[in-house]
């Protein structure tokens, strides 16, 4: 068997040692323009370059839960998309947003001014049951941000396409309860994957639509996010906040109005890191269920988009 590795932005030399010693059957190494056809490949955000060449990929494992920057490209007929499922990255955004949502409703930026100004000045947090948390997707990684949630006493309520029995969590289901669930929402988290159905999803409408004085906590994707909306309904005071880890442009372009705004708190794609060792474990063993002719998780729907 060859896995090709083709991984925009990210250090080959660890990769190809852990994918060398997690599949030892395999013929491991790092895309190069000419290469012979390759069997499995190994990717993140590759070029178009490189989908004209290796077109007798059967599986392709893509580095990242996302799927977005591959489903525009020119893949092979029939190929197998698998996307990360967890694999560790979960639990890191379940602490990301935990944090983000605490951080809003004891006042943290507040309390921090305070200090800093030499006041003394303790506050007593609203009742949580002011605080509904909406999560928009439920899946790997929305679900279990939602169920984090639960560990503070916040209500969560949460959006995806199809029904879910999440203990404690109050469900809500398709286009027809988006704006039922949004106007029960003060702090909005999104997890939705991006495809047609959910690009700009979060604008001057939908956001509207909240709980007067809601944050935004966007760590799925930019394009999901119209800014100049944002922008406005912060300016408006509709809006109290918004933490964002993903942006339209990666980096964030220097003179863009996130950097510098009071009311934002900006990370650089940072919530969910794609850890190596946990990533090569779940390849391996997924090469070997397909090897098997069994179905894996995790594989991705190419007409859905996710
Ligand atoms: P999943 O595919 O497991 O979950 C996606 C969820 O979104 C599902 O519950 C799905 O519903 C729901 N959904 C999809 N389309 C719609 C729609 N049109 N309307 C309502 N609900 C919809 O993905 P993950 O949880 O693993 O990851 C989510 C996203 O997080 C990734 O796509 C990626 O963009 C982002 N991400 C960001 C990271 C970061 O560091 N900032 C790191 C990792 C991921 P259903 O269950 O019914 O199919
Ligand atoms: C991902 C990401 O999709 O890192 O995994 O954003």
Not at 62 to 89: E, K, T, Y
Request: charged share 20%; hydrophobic share 45%; proline share 7%.
């Amino acid at each position: 068997m060859k896995i090709t590795f083709c991984c925009t932005n990210t250090p080959a030399e660890p990769w190809l040692a852990g994918l060398r010693s997690a599949v030892p059957q395999a013929e491991v190494s790092v895309w190069q323009p000419g290469d012979p056809p390759a069997d499995v490949a190994v990717v993140w955000m590759p070029p178009a370059a490189f989908w004209a060449e290796q077109t007798q990929v059967r599986t392709v494992f893509n580095i990242g839960a996302g799927v977005d920057a591959l489903m525009g490209q020119s893949l092979p007929a029939g190929v197998r998309v698998v996307r990360l499922d967890d694999a560790g990255m979960a639990v890191q955004m379940a602490e990301y947003v935990c944090h983000a949502v605490i951080a809003y409703f004891r006042e943290w930026a507040a309390i921090e001014q305070d200090m800093r100004q030499g006041l003394w000045q303790a506050r007593d947090p609203e009742s949580r049951t002011d605080w509904p948390v909406g999560v928009m997707g439920l899946g790997v990684l929305g679900e279990r941000v939602a169920r984090a949630l639960q560990t503070f006493e916040f209500p969560v309520n949460g959006w995806s396409r199809s029904a879910k029995a999440i203990p404690g969590v109050r469900g809500f289901v398709g286009p027809e309860a988006f704006h039922d669930f949004l106007a029960q929402t003060r702090v909005l988290v999104n997890l939705l994957p991006l495809t047609p159905a959910t690009e700009n999803i979060l604008n001057r409408d939908t956001l509207s639509r909240l709980r007067p004085g809601a944050f935004v906590i966007n760590v799925a994707r930019g394009r999901h996010l119209v800014d100049e909306d944002l922008l406005a309904l912060l300016a408006s005071g509709h809006l109290a906040g918004a933490t964002l880890d993903v942006f339209r442009t990666e980096p964030l372009p220097a003179d863009h109005p996130f950097w510098h705004h009071p009311q934002i708190r900006i990370t650089p794609h940072t919530s969910a890191r794609t850890l190596l060792a946990d990533t090569v474990a779940q390849i391996a063993s997924k090469i070997a269920a397909v090897e098997r002719g069994e179905a894996v998780r995790g594989e991705v729907d190419v007409v859905r988009g996710y």
